[in-house]
């Protein structure tokens, strides 16, 4: 018969490397929608899973600017911060990615942000807007991938500081208050393949400023478009589209009023 202790102690030095195999080689936590979530819970994933590259706290109400502070110690390996309908604001992200460069010694590295959909009103702590947009260029150059859908104070002026994003491949700027303007600067990011502009109110001119006016014209290498709800879209926006947009691979213009004629014309686009 095995002394019982001496199984105990077994069992418990397993657990316990168990544990720290772990800590060392988790890569990724979802938390999305957790009700409760104190400043206490973040530090501790920060200080025993070191190895983390991807966190999605998307719909955790209560997580904020002080929550968003516990993340700098994982800073050296985080690369996907995923923060959708959470309590964070331009304050907050600008103070995180400050100091992750202090705690680092360079910029961020991460590739993937998502900020959509954190919209409150101001005494509550402020949106995200332009303020956010502006520092990301000089704060995480590394950026491939963004998303602000939802978020009304994102407008044209931050939009003209994204294109200093040379990596940036993929952006989601659906309801917010982009407009034909910003559709300039958009198109001359060279590295964007995915591009969601949506309810926009866009017009069939930053349709064109968006692609070229014509194919000499244009440097864009879009693959996938969603002009979703841009009710003032007519045909001429169309046939621009089937002239120009050669790479484009998924095109979405649901809901834009368009008639089956136009749209059959929008098919020859995706051949």
Known sequence: YLNTMDVVKNVSQVSRKMNRLAFAHVSMFDLRALPKLTTNDIRRISERFRSLSEIDFSYCRQFGNEHLKQLVPLSRTLRCLRLRGTSVSDDGIVNYLTEVKDFLGVTSHLEVLDLSAIEKPLERGGCISDKSLRILPTLCPSLKVLQVGWCIEVTDDGIADLANLYH????????????????????????????????????????????????????????????????????SSVLHLAKVATNIKVLDLGNCGLTKVNSNAALRVLR
């Open 168 to 235: 940036l491949k993929e952006i989601d700027l659906s309801l917010t208050s982009v407009t034909d303007t910003g559709c300039k600067a958009l198109g001359t990011m060279v590295s964007l393949r995915k591009l969601d502009l949506s309810a926009c109110n866009l017009s069939d001119a930053g349709v064109q400023e968006l692609l070229g006016r014509d194919n000499l014209d244009s440097s864009n290498q879009l693959e996938e478009l969603f002009l979703r709800f841009n009710k003032s879209l007519t045909p």
